[in-house]
T-cell receptor, first 117, second 110 residues
Framework: AQKVTQAQTEISVVEKEDVTLDCVYE???????LFWYKQPPSGELVFLIR??????QNEISGRYSWNFQKSTSSFNFTITASQVVDSAVYFC??????????????FGKGTTLSVSS | EAGVTQSPTHLIKTRGQQATLRCSPI?????VYWYQQALGLGLQFLLW???????NRGNFPPRFSGRQFPNYSSELNVNALELEDSALYLC?????????FGPGTRLTVL
């Protein structure tokens, strides 16, 4: 069974600081997807990124970047120059690949990020 | 393009009653997932529907059930409500490998 550990329960930073959210996962699958979602106070989960397990190239999207290390089963998320609007709960989640498409996402406990001005 | 919609936004019930929650997926998406986010328990998978059939369910009792209609919208029913059923219920639709979530229904059981 898959399992996700987000060891940081809460992180507080001041605006413009960089912050990294850690994610370590366990899976017996040889291929899988990894996701990050953001949950602002409104409650809706916002999709941020999907990463294939066989693609270890790091990805950058604006102020967001992701570091995927298959050897250590980690998929860390960095926000550069954080802003107050980044305050939210962030979830990391793996699931199986499309050869068994439809399996549910397994969510970690989430990391609550608070960015103060 | 409209996102996933859920109704009602809030629902207040008393213990023992039944609750019905509704979800409309993004147009063209045939798979619908239900998740429960209860305080202290995190996000847990409840049910998955695809093409009108229940495909998988999480570790929840049978009083949690649902269905998917021909237009791919879905309904989640919770019978014999218990206090611990109070939670945010999130619906997601999937295409092809990403799940997109609705705003949720907050169910309060008194």
């Amino acid at each position: 069974a898959q399992k996700v550990t987000q060891a940081q329960t809460e992180i507080s930073v001041v605006e413009k600081e960089d912050v990294t959210l850690d994610c370590v996962y366990e899976t017996r699958d040889t291929t899988y997807y990894l996701f990050w979602y953001k949950q602002p106070p409104s409650g809706e989960l916002v999709f941020l990124i999907r990463r294939n397990s066989f693609d270890e190239q790091n990805e950058i999207s604006g102020r967001y970047s992701w570091n995927f290390q298959k050897s250590t089963s980690s998929f860390n998320f960095t926000i550069t120059a954080s802003q107050v609007v980044d305050s939210a709960v962030y979830f990391c989640a793996p699931n199986q690949t499309s050869n068994q498409a439809g399996t549910a996402l397994i969510f970690g406990k989430g990391t609550t990020l608070s960015v103060s001005s | 393009e409209a996102g996933v919609t859920q109704s009602p936004t809030h629902l207040i019930k008393t213990r023992g009653q039944q609750a019905t929650l509704r979800c409309s997926p993004i147009s063209g998406h045939t798979s619908v997932y239900w998740y429960q986010q209860a305080l202290g328990l995190g996000l847990q998978f409840l049910l998955w529907y695809d093409e009108g059939e229940e495909r998988n369910r999480g570790n929840f009792p049978p009083r949690f059930s649902g269905r998917q209609f021909p237009n791919y919208s879905s309904e989640l029913n919770v019978n014999a409500l218990e206090l611990e059923d109070s939670a945010l219920y999130l619906c997601a639709s999937r295409f092809p490998n990403e799940q997109f979530f609705g705003p949720g229904t907050r169910l309060t059981v008194l």
